[in-house]
């Protein structure tokens, strides 16, 4: 399989193109083995490019525990730079058909290389029913035990689920581990289990932001996660709809619109490219 590692500040991709979908069989399997940091590729996710009937490709992406996704924002980005680069849609606009609904990118190109993109990531969800979260209403700072800490939280679904964790200071990467696996997988509440965001607001148009994702563990960047964290501060009233969200390697810079459509500027860099049996 030829294959191209692609990062969005950190959070990285083995991409493929597969529109002649020779890959469709144990892709669950071959996720696991080629994300495997010490025996495959290393990687956050599997993404196959794939023909779209609706958009004009298909994102398809797999979590590095082989769990299929339904989008991923730092990965779209990426997906959209690979697409532009090898030829297959050669537009600065595209739309991407994803699990999670259609997407429209658009990307910053110079010298014609893709560096970065805007992502449409849609209206966000609010209603627990949809998200899922047990119960009724908006879930909207309220409390959840875990461990020995009790926190205040919002979920809402931004294609995926995302719970994000209000803090006082930002995260060590030993809290994010001893409290995110425990939240993660807490389907008593998140039926569906959930992304974890421990967001820390700086100022009201300055956030940091650590992940524990859903089928991953923790990860550098999200852009899901840092969107769903913009949305849940403004909110609450922490910030304005506009902000700058701060992670390990870089910023993502998030904006709520008017419309209700959140919008999520980053960029998209390749690491390398290669060959694997798979």
Known sequence: MIFSKLNGLGNDFVITDDR???YTENLDEMARKLCHRRTG??????????????CDVRMQI???????????????????????DKGIFKHERMSVETLAGPMIIDLTV???????????????????????VVGTGECQLEKLAAVDKEFTFSTILLGVPHTVVFMDHLPTAEE??????????????FPRKTNVNFT???????IEV????????????????????AVCC?????????VEVQLELGSLHIEWAENGHVFMTGPAALSFEGSVEV
Do not use: Q, W
């Open 20 to 22: 002649e979908n020779k």
């Open 41 to 54: 590729i290393g990687a956050d996710g599997l993404v196959f490019v794939r023909k779209s009937e609706t």
């Open 62 to 84: 797999f979590n590095s525990d082989g769990s299929e996704a339904e989008m991923c924002g730092n990965g779209v980005r990426c997906f959209a730079k690979y697409v532009y």
């Open 110 to 132: 110079k010298d014609g290389v893709a560096v970065a993109a805007k992502v449409d990531m849609g209206v966000p969800e609010t209603r627990r029913e949809f998200i899922p």
């Open 176 to 189: 994010v581990f001893k409290y995110g696996s425990v939240i993660e997988p807490m389907t008593s509440l």
């Open 200 to 206: 820390h607001v700086l100022d009201d148009h300055t």
């Open 210 to 229: 650590r992940t524990y994702e859903r089928g991953c563990g923790p990860t550098l960047a999200c852009g899901t996660g840092s969107s769903s964290a």
């Open 234 to 242: 403004a909110m609450a009233g922490y910030t304005g709809k506009k």
